[in-house]
């Protein structure tokens, strides 16, 4: 990707139970759990996984 290219993308600031993440110029759309815990994990200072955790409230 070119370093002088930009890129658009709409997203939705409305709604929390969604999360965005940038990679390689694409936009990666991620659903959250209604309960639980995402991680970001990173390797070499850009994203390589997104690890979710979902657990049921009683």
């Known amino acids: 990707m070119s370093e002088d290219r930009k890129y658009i993308a709409e997203i939705d600031l409305m709604n929390n139970k969604k999360m965005y ?3 390689d110029g694409q ?11 995402t991680l970001v994990i990173t390797l070499g200072g ?6 979710t955790k979902t657990k049921r409230k009683v």
């Open 21 to 23: 993440v940038v990679k």
């Open 27 to 37: 936009l990666i759309e991620h659903d959250l759990p209604d309960y639980g815990e």
């Open 46 to 51: 850009k994203v390589d996984r997104l690890e």
